[in-house]
């Protein structure tokens, strides 16, 4: 029997096989989406126990990497939504030192905030696409939805970020 | 500036404040916490007289509605 036929009928050993052949995939998906070497370690786990679980539901013949990649996502998701803004994506990846350190660091707290206050949906969709620069089929078939609908929330994505860095120009020129 | 230009430099300035992780080499080996969690939570079990019991309350109850308020009752 394959090893994704032993799988999906319960073979612990079967799953240990796909673990050990697919955690550094998971967790380098993972680690890009939520950027926090810990977090992503905690659901790559959480990514392989929610496969565990629904092994009754895959259909050995089908594309394991990406059901495992569309899961992925969903735990990456649910850690966005529960973690706080104000402490997401600081994490352990500092950004390269470059021009005027004042005025980069002013423009960087500008828009860390900005884009952290996007709604995780479109944070997702605009952190695989405009800084990992992630192929739309890519995300589209990890996050589940058509690419015509990743291109709309890049959209609108980048429309909002505007719209808030533009008032965020006008609140620091205010004070 | 028109937005395509605006939308270049966001773009540009989006990538200087959160620049691309490079490092996403998994530092461990995850399958001794992945057996903890799987330890934690062992699949549940229910043991074929319970679905027996189960099943004879249901077809009793079905047989005789009646039983339902006095089942209720002693629940």
Do not use: C
């Not at chain 1, 929610?50 to 013949?61: E, S």
């Not at chain 2, 404040?17 to 490079?22: G, H, N």
């Amino acid at each position: 029997m394959e090893l994704l036929e032993r799988f999906a009928a319960g073979d612990t050993d079967a799953f240990e096989g796909l673990f050990r052949q697919h955690q550094r995939e998971v967790y380098a998906w993972i680690v890009r989406i939520v950027r926090d070497s810990g977090a992503a370690e905690d659901l790559t786990v959480e990514t392989f126990w929610r496969i565990y679980r629904a092994r009754d539901r895959f259909d050995p013949h089908g594309n394991f990497r990406a059901w495992m990649r569309r899961i992925a996502t969903n735990a990456a998701l649910d850690h966005l939504k529960r973690v706080r803004p104000e402490t997401e994506l600081t994490g352990d990846f500092p950004s390269p030192v470059r021009g005027d350190p004042a005025i980069r660091d002013e423009l960087r707290r500008h828009i860390t905030r900005a884009f952290l206050e996007l709604p995780v949906k479109y944070r997702l969709v605009a952190t695989l696409a405009l800084i990992e620069e992630e192929p739309y089929t890519e995300i589209a078939q990890a996050t589940g939805i058509s690419v015509a609908l990743v291109k709309v929330r890049i959209f609108r994505a980048v429309r909002m970020l505007r719209k808030k860095l533009n008032f965020l120009r006008l609140e620091a020129a205010s004070k | 500036m028109n937005n395509h230009e605006d939308d270049k430099e966001l773009r540009a300035l989006l990538k200087q404040a959160f620049p691309p992780i490079q490092d996403t080499e998994l530092q461990r080996d995850l399958w001794p916490q992945m057996l903890r969690r799987m330890d934690e939570h062992p699949p549940l079990h229910v043991p074929w007289f319970d679905w027996v019991l189960a099943a004879g309350t249901v077809a009793a109850l079905l047989i005789f509605p009646g039983a339902i308020p006095a089942l209720l009752y002693h629940l």
